[in-house]
Nanobody, 115 residues
Framework: QVQLVESGGGLVQAGGSLTLSCAAS????????MAWYRQAPGKQREWVASITSGGSTNYADSVKGRFTISRDTAKNTVYLQMNSLKPEDTAVYYC?????????WGQGTQVTVSS
Protein backbone atom coordinates (compact mmCIF):
# COMPACT_ATOMS: atom_id res chain seq x y z
CA GLN A 1 0.00 0.00 0.00
CA VAL A 2 0.92 3.62 -0.43
CA GLN A 3 -0.27 6.66 1.49
CA LEU A 4 -0.06 9.94 -0.37
CA VAL A 5 -0.27 13.41 1.14
CA GLU A 6 -0.63 16.43 -1.12
CA SER A 7 0.09 20.03 -0.23
CA GLY A 8 0.67 23.38 -1.89
CA GLY A 9 -2.72 24.28 -3.30
CA GLY A 10 -4.23 27.71 -2.95
CA LEU A 11 -5.58 30.79 -4.67
CA VAL A 12 -3.53 32.49 -7.35
CA GLN A 13 -4.17 35.07 -10.05
CA ALA A 14 -4.10 34.14 -13.69
CA GLY A 15 -0.54 34.08 -14.96
CA GLY A 16 0.80 33.11 -11.55
CA SER A 17 2.54 29.98 -10.33
CA LEU A 18 2.04 27.29 -7.72
CA THR A 19 3.95 24.17 -6.77
CA LEU A 20 2.13 21.11 -5.49
CA SER A 21 3.86 18.42 -3.46
CA CYS A 22 2.95 14.78 -2.95
CA ALA A 23 4.74 12.84 -0.23
CA ALA A 24 4.61 9.05 -0.52
CA SER A 25 4.83 6.64 2.39
CA UNK A 26 7.25 4.32 0.56
CA UNK A 27 10.29 4.52 -1.67
CA UNK A 28 9.08 5.99 -4.95
CA UNK A 29 11.46 3.74 -6.89
CA UNK A 30 9.14 0.91 -5.82
CA UNK A 31 6.19 2.70 -7.45
CA UNK A 32 5.70 2.05 -11.17
CA UNK A 33 4.51 5.57 -11.86
CA MET A 34 3.24 8.61 -10.05
CA ALA A 35 0.89 11.10 -11.56
CA TRP A 36 -1.20 14.17 -11.00
CA TYR A 37 -4.87 14.27 -11.92
CA ARG A 38 -7.38 17.05 -11.51
CA GLN A 39 -11.12 17.37 -11.25
CA ALA A 40 -12.99 20.58 -11.91
CA PRO A 41 -16.54 21.11 -10.65
CA GLY A 42 -19.02 19.17 -12.75
CA LYS A 43 -16.31 17.49 -14.77
CA GLN A 44 -14.63 14.10 -14.77
CA ARG A 45 -11.24 13.60 -13.24
CA GLU A 46 -8.53 14.04 -15.88
CA TRP A 47 -4.90 13.07 -16.06
CA VAL A 48 -2.43 15.97 -15.98
CA ALA A 49 1.10 14.58 -15.83
CA SER A 50 3.02 11.49 -14.84
CA ILE A 51 6.53 10.34 -14.03
CA THR A 52 7.71 6.73 -14.12
CA SER A 53 10.09 5.02 -11.74
CA GLY A 54 12.71 5.46 -14.46
CA GLY A 55 12.10 9.20 -14.56
CA SER A 56 10.22 9.48 -17.86
CA THR A 57 7.60 12.21 -17.89
CA ASN A 58 4.44 12.83 -19.87
CA TYR A 59 1.95 15.68 -19.94
CA ALA A 60 -1.57 16.35 -21.07
CA ASP A 61 -1.67 18.68 -24.05
CA SER A 62 -3.57 21.26 -22.01
CA VAL A 63 -0.63 21.76 -19.62
CA LYS A 64 2.37 20.96 -21.81
CA GLY A 65 4.92 23.75 -21.65
CA ARG A 66 3.36 25.25 -18.51
CA PHE A 67 3.52 22.44 -15.93
CA THR A 68 6.52 20.39 -14.88
CA ILE A 69 6.42 17.15 -12.90
CA SER A 70 9.54 16.24 -10.96
CA ARG A 71 10.63 14.20 -7.97
CA ASP A 72 12.97 14.17 -5.03
CA THR A 73 13.82 10.52 -4.45
CA ALA A 74 15.50 11.25 -1.12
CA LYS A 75 12.22 12.68 0.17
CA ASN A 76 9.93 10.25 -1.67
CA THR A 77 8.13 13.30 -2.97
CA VAL A 78 6.76 14.25 -6.36
CA TYR A 79 6.12 17.85 -7.36
CA LEU A 80 3.98 19.63 -9.90
CA GLN A 81 5.31 23.06 -10.81
CA MET A 82 2.51 25.03 -12.44
CA ASN A 83 3.32 28.22 -14.31
CA SER A 84 1.23 30.59 -16.41
CA LEU A 85 -1.88 29.40 -14.64
CA LYS A 86 -5.26 29.95 -16.27
CA PRO A 87 -8.75 30.08 -14.75
CA GLU A 88 -9.48 26.78 -16.50
CA ASP A 89 -6.76 25.16 -14.36
CA THR A 90 -9.03 25.59 -11.35
CA ALA A 91 -9.68 22.15 -9.88
CA VAL A 92 -8.94 19.77 -7.07
CA TYR A 93 -5.58 18.22 -7.84
CA TYR A 94 -4.97 14.60 -6.83
CA CYS A 95 -1.74 12.68 -6.54
CA UNK A 96 -1.82 9.11 -7.82
CA UNK A 97 0.53 6.17 -7.39
CA UNK A 98 0.37 3.13 -9.65
CA UNK A 99 1.84 -0.03 -8.11
CA UNK A 100 1.60 -3.27 -10.11
CA UNK A 101 -2.16 -3.24 -10.75
CA UNK A 102 -3.34 -0.92 -7.99
CA UNK A 103 -3.96 2.80 -7.95
CA UNK A 104 -3.64 4.82 -4.78
CA TRP A 105 -4.92 8.36 -4.33
CA GLY A 106 -4.21 11.29 -2.09
CA GLN A 107 -6.91 13.40 -0.52
CA GLY A 108 -6.60 16.20 -3.06
CA THR A 109 -5.63 19.84 -2.84
CA GLN A 110 -7.65 22.76 -4.20
CA VAL A 111 -6.15 25.07 -6.79
CA THR A 112 -8.15 28.17 -7.67
CA VAL A 113 -7.03 30.55 -10.41
CA SER A 114 -8.78 33.91 -10.50
CA SER A 115 -9.11 35.94 -13.66
Amino acid sequence: QVQLVESGGGLVQAGGSLTLSCAASRNIFSINAMAWYRQAPGKQREWVASITSGGSTNYADSVKGRFTISRDTAKNTVYLQMNSLKPEDTAVYYCNAFVVVNHYWGQGTQVTVSS
